[in-house]
C-alpha cells in the first residue's frame, strides 16, 4: 500500500499552531461585526419601546404593560409573531423583486454603521469619505422600495414605491450641502476627525452653534429621508393602504418595519456625530475623571463611557421625531416636493455659501 506524503502532510497541518492561530484572528474579526449587529437589534428594540411609551404619553393613555415589566417586551413579541406568520406572495407579481427589496432595503441601512464613532476610534471603519459614504449607501435603500412596490403588481404599492424614490432624492440634495458645511468646518470628511474637531473648543465648539442653519435643514431631511410624520407619504394609509407594504406580510413585513427604526437611529446617531459633539461630555466645569475621581478616563472604562454619552445623545435626540409624529399634520405630496426644491435646497446652499466665504477669509 503506497501513502502519498503530501496528503499526509496536509492532514497533520491542520494541527499546527499556525492553523488555530488564523482560526482566532477569524474569530475576533468577526467579533466587531456581530457585537455592532447585536447592539443595533438592541437599540431598534429600545426605540420601539420607546415610542409607544411616549406616544401613550402624548395621547394620555396607558401603553404597553403587560408584555415583561414596563412592557419592555411587547417588541420581540410582535418581532416573534411576525416571524410565524405565512409569507404570502402576490400570484402575477415579480417574484423576484418583491422578494429581494426589502433586503436590499435593510442591508443598505445597516451599511451606514460602518462609520459611526460611538467612541475614541472605536468605529469599524474610519474613512476619509465617511460621511459621503453614508449618504452614497443611504440612497441604495429607496431603490429596494421602489422594486418592492413594481414587483407587487399593486396600484397601491407601486404609487408607495415612486413616491419613497421621489421623496429621498428631494431631500437628499439639500443634506448634501449641510453635511458638505460640517466638513468644511472640520477640514475632513471623517466621522472621527469631525468629532475631534468639536471637542478642541469644548461644549461651544459643538456644530449646533456653529450651523444653526444648517441643523435645522439637516432634521427636516432626515426626518423626509425617514418617511416620518409629517413625510410619510410612501406608505400614507388613507391614500394607499400601506404603501409599498401593502402586499407584504410574515417576515418581509417586519424586515420594513426594522428597516425604518433603523434609519431612525442612523440620522439620530449623524445628528449626534455632526453637531452634537459626539463621544465628547463638552459640558462647561464639569470632568467625568474628576468627577468621578479618577486621574484619567481610559481603556474598558473610558469606551463604556464615550459609548453610553453618544448613545444618550441620540436617544434624547429621538425625542423630536417620535413627538413630531403626534403633533404635525401630513403634508400633500406636492407640498413635500416644494418644500425640497424650493425652500431646502435654496437654504442649504446658500449656508454652504456662507460657510465657504468664513472659512476663506479666517485663512
Not at 110 to 135: A, K
Not at 241 to 266: D, R
Not at 290 to 297: A, D, F, P, T
Request: aromatic content about 12%; proline content about 5%; hydrophobic content about 50%.
Amino acid at each position: 500500500m503506497i501513502i502519498d506524503t503530501t496528503k499526509v502532510e496536509a492532514i497533520h497541518s491542520f494541527s499546527r499552531p499556525e492553523s488555530l492561530k488564523e482560526v482566532y484572528e477569524l474569530i475576533w474579526l468577526l467579533v466587531p461585526i456581530f457585537t455592532t449587529v447585536f447592539g443595533i437589534i438592541i437599540g431598534v428594540l429600545v426605540i420601539v419601546w420607546l415610542e409607544r411609551q411616549i406616544s401613550a404619553g402624548v395621547q394620555q393613555r396607558i401603553g404597553p404593560e403587560y408584555a415583561g415589566p414596563w412592557g419592555i417586551l411587547q417588541a420581540i413579541a410582535d418581532g416573534t409573531k411576525l416571524l410565524f406568520k405565512e409569507d404570502l406572495r402576490p400570484s402575477r407579481g415579480d417574484i423576484f423583486l418583491f422578494s429581494i427589496g426589502p433586503s436590499i432595503a435593510v442591508i443598505s441601512i445597516l451599511l451606514s454603521y460602518l462609520v459611526i464613532p460611538f467612541g475614541y476610534r472605536l468605529v469599524l471603519s474610519d474613512l476619509s469619505i465617511g460621511v459621503f459614504l453614508w449618504i452614497a449607501i443611504s440612497s441604495i435603500a429607496p431603490i429596494g422600495l421602489l422594486m418592492s412596490g413594481y414587483g407587487s403588481n399593486n396600484k397601491y404599492s407601486f404609487l408607495g414605491g415612486l413616491r419613497a424614490a421621489a421623496q429621498s432624492i428631494s431631500y437628499e440634495i439639500p443634506l448634501t450641502p449641510c453635511v458638505l458645511s460640517i466638513s468644511l468646518l472640520s477640514n475632513s470628511s471623517s466621522t472621527v476627525d469631525i468629532v475631534e474637531a468639536q471637542s478642541k473648543y469644548g461644549f461651544g465648539g459643538w456644530n449646533l452653534w456653529r450651523q444653526p442653519i444648517g441643523f435645522t435643514v439637516f432634521l427636516i431631511s432626515s426626518l423626509a429621508e425617514c418617511e416620518r410624520l409629517p413625510f410619510d407619504l410612501p406608505e400614507a394609509e388613507e391614500e394607499l393602504v400601506a404603501g409599498y407594504q401593502t402586499e407584504y406580510s410574515g417576515i418581509k413585513f417586519g424586515l420594513f418595519y426594522v428597516a425604518s427604526y433603523l434609519n431612525l437611529l442612523v440620522s439620530s446617531l449623524f445628528v449626534t456625530v455632526l453637531y452634537l459633539g459626539g463621544w465628547n461630555f463638552s459640558i462647561p466645569y464639569i470632568s467625568i475623571p474628576e468627577l468621578l475621581g479618577i486621574n484619567e478616563m481610559g481603556g474598558v472604562f473610558g469606551t463604556t463611557i464615550s459609548i453610553f454619552i453618544t448613545l444618550a445623545k441620540a436617544y434624547l435626540f429621538l425625542f423630536i421625531p417620535i413627538t413630531t409624529r403626534w403633533t404635525l399634520p401630513r403634508m400633500r405630496m406636492d407640498q413635500l416636493l416644494n418644500l425640497g426644491w424650493k425652500f431646502l435646497l435654496p437654504i442649504s446652499l446658500g449656508n454652504l455659501l456662507l460657510t465657504t466665504s468664513s472659512q476663506l477669509f479666517s485663512l
